[in-house]
């Protein structure tokens, strides 16, 4: 078991450990795009009613994001081994329930389930990395690397969904966190070290509290981006904030909080997480809107878009290895905020395609995914490393749950951009029926499905006008994230690089930041 405040060079043991964690982590990515392909696939075995189709796609992410504090503390008291081997057995198990699944309900259940189990999964292989990785250095560099496996699995998704489902059925995908499970149950206990913290038991009432606070949120979110900021939405943020501001107040009176939230008065601990926020807003708006265009605009099959997306994939490997070692010389801070400056080529790439510029949009989004990984590899760092080795679980868990209102936000702000610009500038062909006009009025997968009812030039009239869209949700992107490059350079400038041995440790000296 690590000392804490023990700071020495990782050997075979360690690195064998990452590369055993990779496993989960990527198997975490793999199963969140891999749906998206399968849907029809499952729609038409198992008949789904619509509301049924958004609970199989929403189960998953929901429970993640709801229970990842919860997990991440339970971590810290139980062990995070522990913690790790019950998550990837649970796992294993809800995958088959899912591959097997006979009808639509059971798929939502088994989906929440495996929900349940991924929130134990993320927190737990990242306080690990904290836990064997005590070199600054190295940590940074493993970090980079679960960052990587997670984007590799989001990327291979599509792709290994629609081979196994042309292969065998939809349901195999699922199929393969079967041998994952079984090489990490057995590899864990020689590979890596099991660590908890000396707090007391769990408080269930913040537990429950969080995930009010959460569940909520990320729900409205969803719903405008499908719906339109409408009463539902605004009462479902509603509640989500009276729960988190009494789920805030409960940390603060409890001897043992479930979230130290003492941890943001530290400026290097907020800043890292207010960019990685930033930072998935853009990533998350911008990989919607660019899987739609390769399909509904370029006419890719999921699969073909897949592999469209492989090198902006790669360009998040270069960025999540490359940017620690970078970093060895050169402040986080520096590297970070140049990279997000960097980003904003891509985002203007973005803003002048037409129906016309698939290079250019992949491309632009390869720059996009570069500074996704070099933010997921040295702010998660940052986050990690400003908590004590005790509260790692909770910091980790905190840096997850960030990124996930990330992505939730940035499908629905950037998503809501193009839609509204897509419905305003629509025109209708005459020769429509009502019913029909409104199905491509709506949006561009409306009025995709009735390709054979129109002419090239109206279905060509739609790609341009949601393309115009996609143009204006990358400007305001980009804005954002050259605030928020500014911002990293001015509040993250002075850390030290990870090669010194004086690295800024923040919030592991103190709640408030002081040395």
């Given at each position: 078991m690590v000392v804490a405040g023990e700071s020495r060079a990782a050997g075979w043991r360690e690195w064998s450990g990452l590369a055993l964690l990779a496993l989960p982590?990527?198997?975490?990515?793999?199963?969140?795009?891999?749906?998206?392909?399968?849907?029809?696939?499952?729609?038409?075995?198992?008949?789904?009613?619509?509301?049924?189709?958004?609970?199989?796609?929403?189960?998953?992410?929901?429970?993640?994001?709801?229970?990842?504090?919860?997990?991440?503390?339970?971590?810290?008291?139980?062990?995070?081994?522990?913690?790790?081997?019950?998550?990837?057995?649970?796992?294993?198990?809800?995958?088959?329930?899912?591959?097997?699944?006979?009808?639509?309900?059971?798929?939502?259940?088994?989906?929440?389930?495996?929900?349940?189990a991924g929130a134990t999964l993320m927190p737990s292989t990242?306080?690990?990395?904290?836990?064997?990785?005590?070199?600054?250095?190295?940590?940074?560099s493993a970090i980079g690397v679960w960052a990587t496996a997670f984007g590799l699995g989001m990327a291979a998704g599509p792709i290994v969904g629609g081979v196994l489902t042309a292969a065998l059925w939809w349901g195999a995908v699922f199929l393969i966190a079967v041998p994952v499970a079984v090489l990490v149950l057995a590899a864990a206990p020689t590979l890596l070290p099991e660590r908890r913290s000396p707090a007391g038991r769990l408080d269930l009432l913040s537990a429950g509290l969080s995930l009010v606070a959460i569940l909520p949120v990320i729900y409205a979110?969803?719903?405008?981006?499908s719906h339109g900021l409408g009463l539902t939405s605004v009462a479902a943020a509603a509640v989500g904030a009276v729960a988190a501001g009494a789920f805030v107040r409960r940390q603060l009176r409890l001897s043992e909080p479930l979230l130290d939230v003492r941890l943001f008065t530290g400026s290097t601990f907020s800043a890292a997480l207010s960019v990685l926020l930033i930072g998935l807003v853009g990533f998350g708006g911008a990989m919607f809107l660019v899987t739609q265009?390769?399909?509904?605009?370029?006419g890719f099959s999921p699969t073909t878009a897949g592999l469209w997306m492989g090198p902006p994939a790669l360009a998040m490997l270069v960025g999540a290895i490359g940017a620690p070692l970078l970093a060895r010389r050169i402040s986080p801070g520096v590297v970070m905020a140049a990279t997000l400056a960097l980003s904003l080529l891509g985002y203007a790439s973005?803003?002048?395609?037409?129906?016309?510029?698939?290079?250019?949009?992949?491309?632009?989004?390869?720059?996009?995914?570069?500074?996704?990984?070099v933010i997921a590899a040295l702010g998660t760092d940052i986050v990690v490393g400003a908590a004590p080795q005790d509260r790692a679980g909770s910091a980790a868990a905190l840096s997850e749950t960030v990124q996930e209102l990330g992505i939730a936000a940035g499908v629905a702000l950037l998503g809501s951009v193009t839609t509204a610009i897509?419905?305003?500038?629509?025109?209708?062909?005459?020769?429509?029926?009502?019913?029909?006009?409104?199905?491509y009025s709506d949006s561009l997968a409306g009025a995709s499905s009735l390709a054979s009812?129109?002419?090239?030039?109206?279905?060509?009239?739609?790609?341009?006008?949601?393309?115009?869209?996609?143009?204006?949700?990358?400007?305001?992107?980009?804005?954002?994230?050259?605030?928020?490059?500014?911002?990293?350079?001015?509040?993250?400038?002075?850390?030290?690089?990870?090669?010194?041995?004086?690295?800024?440790?923040?919030?592991?000296?103190s709640p408030t930041g002081s040395r």
């Amino acid at each position: 078991m690590v000392v804490a405040g023990e700071s020495r060079a990782a050997g075979w043991r360690e690195w064998s450990g990452l590369a055993l964690l990779a496993l989960p982590t990527m198997l975490l990515g793999l199963d969140v795009t891999a749906l998206y392909l399968v849907v029809p696939s499952l729609a038409v075995e198992l008949n789904p009613s619509a509301t049924e189709t958004l609970w199989i796609m929403d189960a998953y992410g929901f429970l993640i994001a709801g229970l990842l504090i919860t997990m991440g503390t339970l971590g810290d008291r139980i062990g995070r081994r522990r913690l790790l081997l019950i998550g990837v057995a649970v796992f294993a198990v809800a995958s088959v329930a899912v591959a097997f699944a006979p009808t639509a309900l059971w798929l939502i259940v088994a989906r929440a389930l495996l929900g349940v189990a991924g929130a134990t999964l993320m927190p737990s292989t990242l306080s690990l990395i904290s836990t064997m990785f005590t070199d600054p250095g190295q940590r940074a560099s493993a970090i980079g690397v679960w960052a990587t496996a997670f984007g590799l699995g989001m990327a291979a998704g599509p792709i290994v969904g629609g081979v196994l489902t042309a292969a065998l059925w939809w349901g195999a995908v699922f199929l393969i966190a079967v041998p994952v499970a079984v090489l990490v149950l057995a590899a864990a206990p020689t590979l890596l070290p099991e660590r908890r913290s000396p707090a007391g038991r769990l408080d269930l009432l913040s537990a429950g509290l969080s995930l009010v606070a959460i569940l909520p949120v990320i729900y409205a979110i969803k719903h405008a981006a499908s719906h339109g900021l409408g009463l539902t939405s605004v009462a479902a943020a509603a509640v989500g904030a009276v729960a988190a501001g009494a789920f805030v107040r409960r940390q603060l009176r409890l001897s043992e909080p479930l979230l130290d939230v003492r941890l943001f008065t530290g400026s290097t601990f907020s800043a890292a997480l207010s960019v990685l926020l930033i930072g998935l807003v853009g990533f998350g708006g911008a990989m919607f809107l660019v899987t739609q265009y390769l399909q509904l605009v370029a006419g890719f099959s999921p699969t073909t878009a897949g592999l469209w997306m492989g090198p902006p994939a790669l360009a998040m490997l270069v960025g999540a290895i490359g940017a620690p070692l970078l970093a060895r010389r050169i402040s986080p801070g520096v590297v970070m905020a140049a990279t997000l400056a960097l980003s904003l080529l891509g985002y203007a790439s973005l803003a002048a395609a037409d129906t016309d510029s698939n290079g250019a949009v992949v491309g632009g989004f390869a720059l996009v995914y570069l500074g996704l990984g070099v933010i997921a590899a040295l702010g998660t760092d940052i986050v990690v490393g400003a908590a004590p080795q005790d509260r790692a679980g909770s910091a980790a868990a905190l840096s997850e749950t960030v990124q996930e209102l990330g992505i939730a936000a940035g499908v629905a702000l950037l998503g809501s951009v193009t839609t509204a610009i897509y419905r305003g500038g629509i025109e209708v062909p005459s020769e429509l029926s009502a019913s029909a006009a409104a199905t491509y009025s709506d949006s561009l997968a409306g009025a995709s499905s009735l390709a054979s009812r129109i002419s090239g030039d109206a279905l060509e009239h739609a790609r341009t006008v949601f393309t115009i869209g996609l143009n204006t949700a990358a400007v305001a992107a980009g804005a954002a994230i050259a605030i928020a490059s500014l911002a990293c350079f001015v509040t993250l400038r002075r850390l030290q690089p990870l090669g010194d041995v004086d690295r800024h440790t923040e919030s592991a000296v103190s709640p408030t930041g002081s040395r």
